[in-house]
């Protein structure tokens, strides 16, 4: 059974940080694309940040112009981890946010069931 696990959501104050993790488990994810979504009340799903595998040891990290500059996404793929770093949060930020993975970030076939992030302003 391939789960993706998210930790390290909670209630942070406007400015903070939170880092969030995502262990993969059930399988080795070295050339899979890796996610991180998001969802607030009221809104639709969308993508934060994303890191795709391009050959080799190279990968690419895309992230939605919202959180450019503020976020980083990285990956330990001996560990089936995924990580999003988040810095100088912003009310807007609050959401439950989900890790994905699959063979493409437009194809995520694995998710995990959410981590809430509260940002007080």
């Known amino acids: 059974q391939v789960q993706p696990v998210e930790s390290g959501g909670g209630v942070v104050q406007a400015g903070g940080s939170l880092r969030l993790s995502c262990v993969v488990s059930?399988?080795?994810?070295?050339?899979?694309?890796m996610g991180w979504f998001r969802q607030a009340p009221g809104k639709e799903r969308e993508v934060v940040a994303a890191?795709?595998?391009?050959?080799?040891?190279?990968?690419?990290?895309d992230y939605a112009e919202s959180v450019k500059g503020r976020f980083t996404i990285s990956r330990v793929n001996a560990e089936n981890t995924v990580y999003l770093q988040m810095n100088s949060l912003k009310s807007e930020d609050s959401a439950v946010y989900y890790c994905?993975?699959?063979?493409?970030?437009?194809?995520?076939?694995?998710w995990g069931r959410g981590t809430q992030v509260t940002v007080s302003s």
């Open positions: 994905a993975s699959g063979p493409n970030i437009a194809t995520m076939k694995y």
């Open positions: 890191t795709r595998w391009s050959g080799g040891s190279t990968y690419y990290a």
């Open positions: 059930g399988r080795t994810f070295s050339s899979y694309a």
